[in-house]
C-alpha cells in the first residue's frame, strides 16, 4: 500500500526535456539513449573542492585513511541489526523513547558520508545540499524557527516555512504519520502536527515536523521539475556533528524515501554512476531518476533484490541481493553457503569500500594473494588499519593485477582490477579494496565506480553495466 506519493505536474515533454542526453558515439556502451525521460543530478564527492564536506588540508594517504575509517562506521550502521522498538500494544511509548536511525548506529556523525546532491523545496524554491543515503528512508533538512544552538551550522540558509505557499504539516492522527516509526504520539505532538525524532549514535539528533512541500528538482542543464505534496522531515532541533550539509536524501526502500514518492512519475527507477576514486576531486558522479536511469547499455545484468530478512536484521529497507558465489581470476572460490545467504548482500551507496563476512572474505584474501607476485607487506601492527592485503609495488610501472567476480542470481559482475584494489598512499602501497567482517556483506562504492547501477524498484531488481562515469 503506498503511504505516501508526491504529485508530479511534470509534462512528459518536460521529463523528455530535462533529462540530460550524452552525444552518442558508436560502440561506446556506457552512453545513454537520446531523449529517453527523466532527470539527472550531479553527486558531489566529498573529495571535491566544490562540495560542502571537503576538507582542502587533508593529504592523499589521509583521505584514504577516512574514507576506510568510513566504511567501518557504515559496518557499524547495520552490525547490531534491529530496530529500536518504539510501540508497544500497537500505541507509541513516551516521547523520551527515539528511534535511532540505521546509519546512526554507526556510533558516528554525518562526516562520514561520501555523496551529496541538490535539492529545493518550497514555493518560491529554496536551495539545499543535501546527503544521499540508499540506507536511509527519510529526507529532512534544517527549518526555521530554530534557535542558535539548536542548529548545526550548514552552507545555506534554513528552509523557512513562513515564506512558501505550498508548505503544510502533516497532523499526527493522519495514517501516514502513525505509521512512522519515529513519528510521535499525538499527546506528544504540540498542535496536533505529525512530530518526528531521529536519534544518532554520537549522541546527534534531528526533531521537527513531518510537513508536505512542494519540491522542485534542478537538474545539472538547469531544467526544473516539480512535485507537489512531498513528505519530508522539518527540523527544527538539531544537535550534534552533521557537516555542514543541510540535510539528507533517503534513497531507501520505505514508503517515506526519495524514489518510493516520486514513485511511478519515474518510472520507479534510479541509477548511480560513481567516477572512479582518482577523479572525484575534480569531476561529478550522477544519479538518474525515471525512464533514463534504465538506459540501453549492450551488457546490463539483473539480479532480483532479496526482501525476506529486512525485518530479521535491519532497522531500515535496505537494498539486498542474493550472492551465489565468488571467483578470482575465473576460478570459484569454496566459500560455505550459510556464509552467503546469512544475511544477505547490501549495495549501499554510504559505504565507500566492500565489507565481507569472514566465511567470504577470506578464501577471496587466499586466492587473490596466490596469483600476486609482488612483495606483501604486514599491516597487522596497526590496529586501525582495516585492509589485510597490502603490496609494496613502489617502482613498479603498469603492474599486473587480477580480477575477481561477484556470482549473483541471474547474473554475474566482473570487478576490474581497479575496482579491485586501492592505492593508498603516493610511495606504491595498493591494497585489496575489502574489509574483513564478522557480521554482514556490504558492497560499497568503491565497486562500483565506472559502473551504470540501477535500482529498478518497479522490477524489484538491480542492474549493473559498464561505464564510463564523468564522461
Known amino acids: 500500500m503506498e ?28 552512453l545513454l ?23 582542502a588540508d587533508l593529504s592523499f594517504s589521509e583521505r584514504v585513511s577516512l574514507s576506510l575509517r568510513r566504511s567501518m562506521d557504515q559496518r557499524n550502521a547495520f552490525k547490531n541489526g534491529k530496530q529500536s522498538n518504539i510501540r508497544s500494544s500497537g500505541r507509541f511509548l513516551s516521547a523520551q523513547t527515539t528511534y535511532e536511525s540505521p546509519v546512526a548506529k554507526r556510533n558516528v556523525s554525518w562526516e562520514h558520508s561520501d555523496y551529496t546532491m541538490e535539492i529545493t523545496l518550497g514555493s518560491p524554491p529554496q536551495k539545499f545540499i543535501a546527503i544521499v543515503d540508499t540506507g536511509s528512508d527519510l529526507t529532512w533538512v534544517q527549518c526555521k524557527p530554530c ?23 502533516l497532523k499526527c492522527d493522519d495514517k501516514r504519520c502513525r505509521d512512522l516509526v519515529y513519528s510521535l504520539p499525538c499527546e506528544d505532538s504540540p498542535g496536533g502536527d505529525c512530530q518526528y525524532v531521529l536519534s544518532y549514535g554520537d549522541s546527534s539528533r534531528t526533531r521537527g515536523n513531518i510537513s508536505l512541500e512542494t519540491i522542485t528538482l534542478t537538474t545539472s542543464t538547469g531544467s526544473q521539475a516539480k512535485f507537489d505534496n512531498f513528505a519530508f522531515g522539518c527540523g527544527h532541533r538539531n544537535q550534534g556533528t552533521f557537516e555542514e550539509a543541510d540535510g539528507l536524501v533517503g534513497l531507501g526502500q520505505g514508503p517515506e524515501s526519495f524514489p518510493n514518492q516520486l514513485g511511478s512519475a ?4 534510479f541509477s548511480t554512476c560513481f567516477v572512479p576514486f582518482a577523479d572525484r576531486g575534480s569531476k561529478a558522479s550522477e544519479i538518474i531518476f525515471g525512464e533514463g536511469a534504465a538506459a540501453h547499455f549492450t551488457e546490463m545484468r539483473y539480479t532480483p ?4 530478512t529486512y525485518k530479521e536484521r535491519f532497522s531500515t529497507t535496505p537494498y539486498l541481493l542474493n550472492l ?16 552467503l545467504q546469512n544475511p544477505g548482500t547490501m549495495i549501499d551507496s554510504g559505504t ?5 563476512g569472514s566465511g567470504i572474505f577470506k578464501p577471496v584474501v587466499q586466492a587473490v594473494a596466490e596469483v600476486m607476485d609482488y612483495p606483501q607487506l604486514n599491516t597487522s601492527s596497526d590496529p586501525d588499519f582495516q585492509f589485510e592485503l597490502c603490496y609494496n609495488l613502489s617502482g613498479v610501472q603498469n603492474p599486473k593485477l587480477p580480477n575477481a567476480t561477484f556470482h549473483f542470481i541471474d547474473a554475474d559482475y566482473e570487478i576490474p582490477p581497479d575496482n579491485l584494489f586501492v592505492r593508498v598512499d603516493e610511495a606504491g602501497l595498493l591494497c585489496l579494496a575489502m574489509i574483513n567482517d564478522d557480521a554482514i556483506t556490504i558492497i560499497g562504492n568503491y565497486q562500483t565506480q565506472n559502473v551504470h547501477v540501477l535500482y529498478d524498484r518497479q522490477q524489484k531488481r538491480l542492474g549493473f553495466a559498464p561505464a564510463e562515469c564523468g564522461s
Open 3 to 30: 503511504l505516501f506519493r508526491a504529485h508530479s505536474n511534470v509534462s512528459r515533454w518536460v521529463q523528455v526535456a530535462v533529462f540530460l542526453v550524452a552525444a552518442l558515439v558508436p560502440g561506446e556502451v556506457h
Open 33 to 55: 539513449v537520446a531523449l529517453e525521460p527523466g532527470v539527472r543530478f550531479e553527486l558531489i564527492h566529498r573529495d571535491n573542492p566544490s562540495s560542502p564536506l571537503h576538507k
Open 147 to 169: 534557535a542558535e544552538d539548536q542548529c548545526f551550522k550548514q552552507p545555506n540558509a534554513l528552509f523557512d516555512p513562513s515564506t512558501s505557499s505550498s508548505y503544510h504539516t
Open 266 to 269: 519515474m518510472s520507479n527507477k
Open 305 to 308: 533484490f532479496v526482501y525476506a
Open 324 to 339: 551465489t558465489g565468488m571467483s578470482v581470476e575465473g576460478k570459484k572460490l569454496d566459500i560455505p553457503s550459510e556464509a
Open 352 to 356: 565507500t569500500y566492500t565489507l565481507m
